[in-house]
């Protein structure tokens, strides 16, 4: 069984990434608890340490590349290695093209993507200056590889995210760290807002006809992080519930 090691989970105050930290946690994982959202990232911890596993909380910009690399020194200091990130907080901004202005393009980008970059670069950089192995796990999306209306930034960030796995795997084998991606379907968050009707719209997309649970994606990253996925590298696996198969 995997235990023992040191995993930062960005976004981890809620959705997938909390849900994530809590099956990380009880697999015996020290967690760092990483978001802007203070107050989210505390009830994750405290879920956690209630629960008898090991946590803490960094409040972080994932879009700030000095916040990240200092996300990466707390976690060393806190817990003393680094093993893995889950480099998994994200946004969304709707609009379609022709309003997509620069602003609302590059919040995505900077939030989405570069915010991947600084996790992997980081992180490998840190776990190789401790010699530790260790996992990188970064969220894309079907978005990734499939155009949807009003995505242009997020299509191209999470683009970038897949390639950035691929990419990332390729340069990082030789120290030991695997770098995978997850490509969620539609995932019952908070970041799908509170329109219900757009919510139903949404879940007709799948085989099952509703939206995925997110414990269903953090069961499958938390196998991404375990020796049983050692020969998954560089990939990204979709948990999508057909949604790319079918239509
Ligand atoms: N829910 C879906 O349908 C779906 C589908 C595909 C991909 N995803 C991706 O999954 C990831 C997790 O999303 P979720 O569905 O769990 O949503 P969520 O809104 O429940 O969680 C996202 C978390 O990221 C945090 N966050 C946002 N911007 C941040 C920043 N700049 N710095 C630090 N933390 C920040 C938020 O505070 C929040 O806790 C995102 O990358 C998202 O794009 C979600």
Redesign the pocket.
């Given at each position: 069984m995997d235990e023992n090691k040191v995993i930062i989970i960005?976004?981890?105050?809620?959705?997938?990434?909390?849900e994530a930290a809590y099956l990380l946690a009880e697999a015996g994982n020290a967690i760092v608890v990483?978001?802007?959202?203070e107050e989210?990232a505390k009830e994750t911890a405290s879920n956690i340490e209630a629960q008898g596993g090991k946590a803490a909380t960094f409040k972080?910009?994932?879009?700030k590349a000095e916040e990240v690399e200092a996300m990466v020194d707390f976690a060393v200091d806190t817990f003393g290695t680094l093993n893995g990130i889950f480099n998994?907080?994200?946004?969304?901004l709707v609009k379609p093209l022709l309003e997509m202005d620069p602003a609302s393009y590059h919040k995505v980008i900077d939030?989405?993507q570069h915010?991947v970059y600084y996790g992997i670069y980081y992180g490998a950089k840190k776990m190789v200056e401790l010699g530790a192995k260790g996992t990188i796990v970064n969220?894309?999306?079907?978005?990734g590889s499939m155009a949807a209306k009003g995505s242009f930034n997020?299509n191209a960030a999470?683009a970038a995210v897949v390639m950035m796995s691929r990419s990332g795997a390729l340069e990082l084998a030789e120290h030991g760290i695997r770098v995978v991606g997850v490509?969620?379907?539609?995932?019952?968050?908070?970041?799908?807002g509170e329109d219900e009707e757009m919510k139903k719209a949404l879940s007709a997309l799948h085989m099952h006809n509703k939206?995925i649970q997110?414990e269903k994606?953090a069961s499958v990253v938390k196998f991404l992080f375990s020796e049983e996925a050692a020969a998954i590298n560089g990939s990204t696996v979709a948990v999508d519930d057909g949604f790319l198969s079918f239509k």
């Open positions: 960005t976004g981890g105050a809620s959705g997938i990434g909390r990483a978001d802007f959202n989210g972080v910009d994932v879009s998994n907080a994200g946004i969304g939030v989405d915010s969220t894309a999306s079907i978005y997020y999470k490509a969620p379907g539609f995932i019952d968050t908070p970041i799908l939206l997110p994606v």
